[in-house]
Each structure stands twice: as structure tokens, then as C-alpha cells.
């Protein structure tokens, strides 16, 4: 009988498996793979050994890549690991394959780039270097294995904040890094990095990367927040610390019950396996906290400021173009002026341009880029007066020179044609609040007037539509085209067919011989009866077996009758009808009209048994 | 053979002569002239009984439901005006007027609570390509175009290599021929087989059973329309288009 642990046990075993299976089919479909390369150090002695990864980020599936041998280093695969996160309810995933890198000669070792096909896609690594020495280097680094024993929660799970500088100018990017890392845990439900933003700009992080980094000789996972901040007032401030909550799992193994003990009596039966499923994942919420850092925020210089001046801080190139610059009154050119380089784009306004007169100006589009912010500025010409498109001035502030920078542009010469048409110009571009609106005029609502005339009177029984009359005049065509068609069948068989159109003769011939004979019966003239025999007999016969009817006679038919097996009681029949037929002719023998009714029926018979034998 | 043309030449004729027939009864265009000097002079009561007379005379055209249906619009009774419009555009399913006048009476009594069910997509689509003509233009088409059908069927049969040579327009004679009949069939079922009835009172009640003191099921408001299930007494069945059957008493519901 099944224990109920063991039911227990393969629930678990099942539920983990599908869990892994779902998980690892949603992250592979979800995200791009990507194949990155890592060391655990760059510097070893010979003797020691260094670790190299090879993570693929996106997938949990992806199988260990064959790296070859590199000469000089002894390279052996340690097995995969793998890692799955949840930030702000993203799933990401990878899987780390990882291999020992043992020197077995001094020097510098490229190891990669690594290209690896799998399923159809190829994969290419970046590559890194090992540096080989015959010391070890000079700072000592702990045994691995007994230091991470000792590591308690706070030195495997940590957070850590770093500031690209500690003193900036207002407007100013700062870069902010924020590092969480991971050693031998399980962390899920990662949120975003929160501090405290006061005298600061919207804090909003990109989405993080994930890589190993060796941490005081241990190897983290890590997974790297980054974004920009600008400080909107001058002061000291402190930024952090900055606060990372997520949930780290944690193996509980399910306290086993008097009555599992009971069904158990062997204590030394039990599955150390199935005791691991056993075991039940706990999540425990954590916060963490990285340390604080200062910074120091400076006003902008009051002295040098440039009146084209607009707040403006980086390092900046400007671009001034006007296109066409050849135009007819009325018509637009439009003057694009870019921005391009580093620093906070947030700052950066319009350029400023001079004397405008001449010209009607309508809003400029922006387009904005990581590296570039686009003013595009629709000027047309009111007149035939404007030479050139005004000069355009831009000014910043650069941090780094820490000084006011203007770059200055043009004019553009243009060429303004008058129109043909002296009339206002064409209007183009938004509609400006002058636009004469055509108004909705409110039409008022009524039935519309009665009939002058009647239409055409019908009855109102059945709306004067007859289904009888209808259902007859289908019919009868359907029928008249049926008929058509049978006619149209029968003659066309018997324009293909000569046996049949025979076989159609002999009949039509047999009939009307048998209509005439009895009308000569009548008459009582033997010899013209018999006469009108014969003819029918040649007829018959000569269509029946088709040969020619003048030259038919009891010698020529014969034979053809004894060729299609005909009955010899049949073919006696015909020769008696022949003979009389030659004595009533030709010896004049006067024949009663009994002997002809017998003959008559005679040659019914015979033409009755051909056509019933198809002969 | 000749008994057939016999036939169908006595039915043509019998067709001529019911039509002339109805051209010589009592004469109902008197009356329709007649009903327009009285809505001109806005006696609407009087013109609809004036109108009336021309129906009783057992003829009707759509000029005469149309105009009926103006003078009970004139007079409020916007459910009378709905029937009188829903019959005119039977017989004449193009008029502009008429649809004009349909459309503002029936959005005068306000929307009403169901829609009819929407049909399949070949269903739709064969009816509204078809909702523009009467059932007796599609009939008439219909039979024209089986004519045309059967002379080409003989003429294939024929000269085979005609058939050959003009597959293409025989298809599209054929596809006409089925939208046309389909259509017809749609038509003929929704106007002589099912009978519609629209609420010509301000409010109706429809009862579970057809008796005065039956549970109310639902109220119905004038202009709405329903389907006629059967008549019994001075109830009707009725099917609202939700497919709820109830009784209404039969002076609140005309047929159309």
C-alpha cells in the first residue's frame, strides 16, 4: 500500500518539476538570450586557480558550451548555476556555466571570444584576460571555501550605493550605481532601489544588468541599477542610503510527525532524497540598506553668464540648418536646429534667434535621444523681404570646464520669390485662434410631406404576389430544359453511335412494316402483302445486322444470323417467311388471308426475340 | 408541348386580368385625393378615413400607407404612424421620404429596449444587398434571372464549346441568381410567414397568460415591434426580440 508521505513526497517532486519546466520556457520566450564572459580574477599564480563563467541571460535551459583547450591553461567544467529574479514584477533569468582555469605557464591568456550555436542561434562572447605570475600577487586573499562558511546573511545579501562624483553644479548629471549583492541565495520579488530625492530630480533607474563580480574574493552575483540625478537647488546634501526590498527563499524542512514514524518503522528506510522535497521554501521580506554618501551641490557662476543663457549644463555641440532656401512667398522652411553630446537634456531649450520680423514662426517640434535633442522650426516668409534666416545662439554651461560656452550660427542667406498670387498666403501648420470656424447651423426636425399621387395600386390580400404562379413558371422551364436535353442526348448518340442508330432503324422499319402489313391483310391481295413482307424483312434484317437492305435475303442473312448464335428455330422462321414471300411473288400462288395473319405474326415474333436478344 | 404554352399563356393572362381587375375596383385613388385636401386642411381624422376607404377597397400602394402614417404622426399616434411606415416600405423599400419619416417617428418614441438579434455574416450580407428592393422586384428579378439560367443551360447544351467560352459570366449569372433567391427567401419569410406587429398604444402589457387578471410579465411602449406567435381571442402571443413570449391584449398590437 502507498504511504501517505509517499504521495506526498511525489506531489512535491511533480509540482517542483513543472514549476522548473514553466520557468524556464517563460524566460526563454520572454527575453533576448544574452552570452556574456566573466573571471573571478585577472591576476593568479601558478598553482592557483581562477573561475570563468559563461552566463547566458534570458534562459535557464541553455547547455554548456564546448570551449575548447587554450594552451597553457587546464580548463575544467565545474557544472551550471542558476538564477531567476523579479523586479517590480519582470521576470529575468540566466544560467552560469562555470569552469575551473588552472595555469600551467606564466603569461597573459586571452580566454574568448566564445561562439556557441544552439537551436538555430548563434551566440559570441566577449573576451577576458588572465594574467599568469610565478608569485602570487601581493594581497593575500583568504582560503574560498572556509570564508564563505563563515559568511553570515549580511555579508551574502548587501546593497551598495556609488556616486560618479561627490561635488556637481546645479543641473548637473550625476551618475548613481547601485550594486545588489547576492552570494548562494535565493532572492526573489526584487523591487527598485527608493532614496530620498529632496533637492533632486525624479530618480528613475534602467533597467538592471546582472553579471558576477569577485567582491573581496568572493564571487556575487550581482545585479547593477543605474541612472543619472541632477541636484535642482545648491547645498550639502546626503544621498542614500538607498533601500532595496526583496524576499530571500529559504529551505525549511517539514517536521516529520509522529504518525510518519509510525508508518515508517524502519528509521533507516527513510529517503534522503524524498526528504529534500520535503523540505518547504519560505520567503522572507528583507530590506537593504546601502550606506550614505555626500554631496556637495554648487550654484552655477553668477559672473560670465551669456544672455542666450537658458540653463543649459553638459558638453554640447550645435547644428543650424535651413531648408529650402530658395522659396515663393507663403512657403515654409523649415530650420532644424540640433543639440548633440552629454549632460542634461532636461536643460536644454530652443536656442534663441534673432530678429525674426518677416517671418510668421510656429511652434517647434522636439525630438529628443539619448544623445541628442532635435528643434525642427517652420519659418515662412510673409514677404519677399527677408534675405536670410536669422542667426541662432545657443549657450551652456559645461561642468568639466567649468565655464559658459556659446556657439552661434548662421544667418542663412535665402531667396524669396513674390508669389504670382499678391492675395494672403497659403496657411499651413496648426490653425491659429483667428480661423474663421464655420458654424454648425441647428436645422430643426419634421416628418416629410405626404404623397401627391398614388403609386401603383396592389392588392392587399397577399401583396399581390402570387407563389402558385410563381412556383409554375419554375417549374415548367425546368421541365421544358430536362426534355431538351434528353432530345439533345439522343441525338448525339445517335450521330456516335451507327449500331445503335441502326438498331433505331430496324425498329422504326419493323414497325411500320407490321402498321402496313396489316392494313394489306385487308385487302386480301396476297401478292402485294407479301410484296410489303419482303421490303420489311430486308429493311428490318439489313438495319438489324447492319447491311444493305436491297441486297438482304434469307442466303445473306443466314450467315450473320449463325454468327451471333442466333436460335435455329428463329432462323428457320425467317427462311419460311422468305419462301413464301418468293412463291406469292413469283409463282403467283393465291394465299388466304389466314396464312397471312400467321405470317404476319410470324415475322412479330421474329423481330420481338431479335430485339429482345440484342442481336 | 402545346398544352404547356396553353398553360403558362392563360397564366400570364390570368395575371393581366387580376391586375386589371384591381385597377377597376371601387376607385380607391378618389379617396386618396381626397384624404390629401383633408390633411391639407389639417383634419388628419378625417384623412385617414378617407385614406381608409381605399383600403377597405382591398388595394393599398405605399403612397397610401406613407400618407396614413403622416397623418397619424400629425395626429401623436407615432405607433400607428410606425405601422403605417413599416407597410409603406414593404412595398416600396427605397423611398427616401419614407425612411426619413421612419427613422424620426421611431426616434421619437425613444430607442427601443432590444435589438433585433443580429444575423450571420452571409445572412447580413445577403440582406443588405437585396434591402433595397421589394419582394415582389426580387421575385420578378428571381424569375428573370431563372429564365436567363435555363436559355444559357440550352444553349450550353447546344454548342458545348459556349460553355466553355463563357463559364465565367454563367458563375456570375448563378452567384446573382443566389443572392437574389436567398435574399428572396429572407424577404418572404420575414414579411409573409413571421408576422410582425408594432405597439400602437402608449403602453402595453405583456402577461404571462391571456387573461385580464395574469401576472405582468413586461410593458412594452408604443412604436416597439414584435413578433405575432398566434391570436386567441382578444389576446396575442407575442415574442419580444429578447425571445420573451408573452400575451397582449390584440388592440394594443397591429400586424404589419
Redesign the interface.
Known amino acids: 500500500m502507498i504511504s501517505k508521505n509517499v504521495i506526498y513526497k511525489s506531489a512535491a517532486i511533480f509540482a517542483l518539476i513543472t514549476l522548473t519546466l514553466f520557468s524556464s520556457v517563460f524566460a526563454a520566450n520572454v527575453s533576448e538570450v544574452k552570452f556574456e564572459i566573466s573571471l573571478d580574477r585577472d591576476k593568479v599564480a601558478i598553482g592557483e586557480t581562477a573561475q570563468l563563467g559563461l552566463t547566458f541571460h534570458g534562459t535557464q535551459s541553455m547547455p554548456a558550451p564546448d570551449i575548447g583547450n587554450i594552451d597553457g591553461l587546464e580548463i575544467r567544467y565545474l557544472g551550471p548555476s542558476t538564477m531567476m529574479t523579479v523586479i517590480n514584477g519582470q521576470v529575468s533569468s540566466s544560467v552560469t556555466h562555470m569552469y575551473s582555469v588552472l595555469p600551467l605557464k606564466i603569461g597573459k591568456f586571452q580566454l574568448g571570444p566564445f561562439s556557441f550555436k544552439y537551436k538555430g542561434s548563434n551566440y559570441s562572447s566577449s573576451m577576458v584576460f588572465l594574467d599568469v605570475s610565478a608569485e602570487r600577487p601581493v594581497k593575500k586573499e583568504p582560503a574560498e571555501e572556509p570564508i564563505n562558511e563563515q559568511l553570515n546573511l549580511d555579508d551574502r545579501l548587501f546593497v551598495t550605493l556609488d556616486l560618479g562624483k561627490n561635488t556637481a553644479f546645479i543641473n548637473e548629471l550625476i551618475p548613481v550605481k547601485v550594486k545588489l549583492y547576492v552570494y548562494r541565495l535565493n532572492v526573489s520579488d526584487i523591487q527598485l532601489p527608493v532614496f530620498s530625492q529632496e533637492g533632486f530630480s525624479k530618480i528613475e533607474f534602467k533597467e538592471p544588468k546582472q553579471y558576477k563580480e569577485n567582491f573581496n574574493g568572493v564571487l556575487f552575483d550581482v545585479l547593477e541599477f543605474k541612472t543619472d540625478i541632477f541636484g535642482t537647488r545648491p547645498g550639502d546634501f546626503t544621498i542614500g542610503p538607498a533601500r532595496i526590498k526583496c524576499n530571500v527563499v529559504v529551505k525549511k524542512k517539514v517536521r516529520r510527525t509522529s504518525m510518519d514514524d509510525l508508518f515508517e518503522q524502519d528509521p533507516s528506510a527513510r529517503d534522503s532524497f524524498f526528504d529534500d522535497f520535503l523540505a518547504r521554501y519560505e520567503k522572507h521580506p528583507v530590506e537593504l540598506k546601502s550606506q550614505d554618501l555626500k554631496l556637495d551641490i554648487s550654484p552655477l557662476p553668477s559672473e560670465g553668464v551669456p544672455e542666450s543663457f537658458m540653463g543649459a549644463v553638459g558638453d554640447y555641440q550645435f547644428i543650424y540648418k535651413a531648408s529650402p532656401v530658395k522659396v515663393k512667398m507663403g512657403d515654409p522652411i523649415n530650420v532644424t536646429m540640433s543639440v548633440n553630446g552629454t549632460g542634461n537634456f532636461n536643460t536644454v531649450l530652443l536656442p534663441k534667434m534673432d530678429n525674426t520680423d518677416g517671418f510668421r514662426i510656429y511652434e517647434a517640434e522636439v525630438k529628443t535621444s539619448d544623445n541628442s535633442k532635435e528643434f525642427n522650426q517652420v519659418l515662412i516668409p510673409e514677404s519677399a523681404d527677408p534675405k536670410e534666416v536669422p542667426k541662432a545662439v545657443f549657450s551652456y554651461f559645461d561642468p568639466n570646464k567649468k565655464q559658459y560656452i556659446t556657439i552661434s550660427h548662421g544667418p542663412i542667406p535665402i531667396e524669396v520669390e513674390k508669389g504670382k498670387d499678391e492675395g494672403p498666403s497659403r496657411m499651413i501648420g496648426p490653425t491659429t485662434p483667428e480661423q474663421k470656424v464655420e458654424e454648425k447651423e441647428d436645422l430643426a ?22 407563389l402558385k ?2 412556383f ?3 417549374i ?6 430536362l426534355a ?2 434528353l432530345i ?1 442526348r439522343r441525338v448525339r448518340k445517335i450521330k456516335a453511335d451507327s449500331a445503335y442508330a441502326f438498331r433505331l432503324n430496324a425498329m422504326k422499319a419493323a414497325k411500320e412494316g407490321v402498321r402496313t402489313l396489316r392494313r394489306e391483310i385487308n385487302s386480301k391481295n396476297s401478292k402485294v402483302f407479301y410484296e410489303s413482307l419482303f421490303k420489311a424483312l430486308q429493311n428490318y434484317l439489313g438495319n438489324r445486322l447492319h447491311m444493305p437492305s436491297a441486297g438482304v435475303t434469307f442466303d445473306t442473312v443466314n450467315e450473320a444470323l449463325l454468327a451471333k448464335d442466333v436460335d435455329l428455330d428463329i432462323i428457320r422462321k425467317i427462311k419460311n417467311l422468305f419462301n413464301a414471300c418468293d412463291q406469292a411473288r413469283f409463282a403467283f400462288m393465291d394465299i388466304d388471308s389466314l396464312r397471312m395473319r400467321d405470317d404476319l405474326k410470324e415475322f412479330e415474333d421474329i423481330v420481338r426475340f431479335l430485339e429482345r436478344k440484342k442481336v | 408541348m402545346k398544352r404547356i404554352f396553353a398553360l403558362i399563356i392563360m397564366l400570364v393572362l390570368s395575371l393581366s386580368v387580376s391586375s386589371h381587375a384591381e385597377d377597376k375596383q371601387a376607385d380607391p385613388s378618389q379617396s386618396f385625393y381626397t384624404g390629401n385636401a383633408l390633411y391639407e386642411k389639417r383634419d388628419y381624422e378625417k384623412a385617414v378615413n378617407e385614406y381608409s376607404k381605399a383600403l377597405n377597397a382591398g388595394v393599398a400602394n405605399s403612397n397610401l400607407y406613407y400618407n396614413i402614417g403622416n397623418a397619424y404622426f400629425k395626429m401623436g399616434k407615432l405607433g400607428y404612424a410606425i405601422l403605417f411606415y413599416e407597410r409603406a416600405k414593404r412595398l416600396s423599400p427605397q423611398d427616401p421620404d419614407l425612411e426619413s419619416n421612419l427613422t424620426y417617428a421611431k426616434s421619437l418614441v425613444g430607442n427601443p429596449a432590444f435589438q433585433l438579434p443580429s444575423a450571420n455574416p452571409a445572412v447580413s450580407f445577403v440582406k443588405r444587398s437585396t434591402e433595397d428592393f421589394s419582394i415582389k422586384a426580387l421575385g420578378l428579378s428571381m424569375l428573370l434571372l431563372y429564365f436567363i439560367i435555363v436559355i444559357l443551360l440550352a444553349i450550353f447544351l447546344t454548342y458545348p464549346v459556349a460553355a466553355k467560352k463563357n463559364r465565367l459570366l454563367f458563375a456570375a449569372v448563378l452567384l446573382v441568381f443566389i443572392i437574389d433567391a436567398t435574399g428572396f427567401a429572407i424577404r418572404y419569410y420575414d414579411e409573409l410567414i413571421i408576422k410582425t406587429g408594432i405597439v400602437v398604444q402608449k403602453s402595453a402589457e405583456c402577461k404571462y397568460e391571456p387573461i385580464d387578471k395574469s401576472t405582468l410579465f413586461y410593458r412594452l411602449q408604443e412604436g416597439d415591434e414584435v413578433r405575432v406567435i398566434k391570436t386567441r381571442n382578444s389576446w396575442r402571443q407575442i415574442k419580444r426580440a429578447d425571445g420573451k413570449i408573452g400575451w397582449v391584449d390584440s388592440a394594443a398590437i397591429e400586424i404589419v
Open positions: 426636425r419634421d416628418i416629410v410631406y405626404i404623397k401627391e399621387s398614388p403609386s401603383k395600386w396592389v392588392s392587399t390580400s397577399g401583396n399581390g404576389y402570387k404562379i410563381l409554375i413558371l419554375y415548367v422551364p425546368a421541365f421544358l430544359l431538351y436535353y439533345v
